[in-house]
């Protein structure tokens, strides 16, 4: 089981802990939504909650809840600039399908 970040991404949540002393690292996970079913989620964790499994990344602790750990392991999360604006990127291994936009995805288990 393993969450990853490219260099970028790293740096990049770095700047947001270091913005935020109160966070406890990287929350990272999947919510129902778009047209394919899953969406990634990433956010500052500010608590661990019951159940979470955490990774720790170059000393960026990482929390992943019980029910989006299975759907996220492999994960590989970057960061780009694209045109005005910067964002997360997921290389999600799990993914087998993505909806037109990229905004969600399907796995094996969804098609089953």
């Known amino acids: ?11 990049r949540v770095q700047h947001f802990l270091a913005q935020n002393p109160a966070a406890l690292g990287l929350r990272f996970g999947v919510t129902r939504t778009g ?4 969406g990634h989620v990433a956010d500052l964790a500010l608590e661990e909650r019951e ?12 929390y992943v809840d019980p029910t989006s750990l ?8 970057d960061f780009a600039k694209q045109g005005l ?6 290389r999600n291994p ?19």
């Open 85 to 90: 604006g910067e964002t997360f990127l997921f």
């Open 1 to 11: 089981m393993s969450i990853s970040l490219t260099p970028v991404a790293l740096d």
């Open 94 to 112: 799990n993914a087998t399908a993505e909806c037109g936009c990229g905004e969600s995805f399907t796995t094996q288990a969804d098609v089953a």
């Open 70 to 77: 299975p759907l996220v392991d492999g994960t590989e999360i």
């Open 35 to 38: 047209c394919s079913g899953w």
């Open 51 to 62: 159940g979470d499994q955490v990774f720790t990344f170059e000393g960026v602790r990482i």
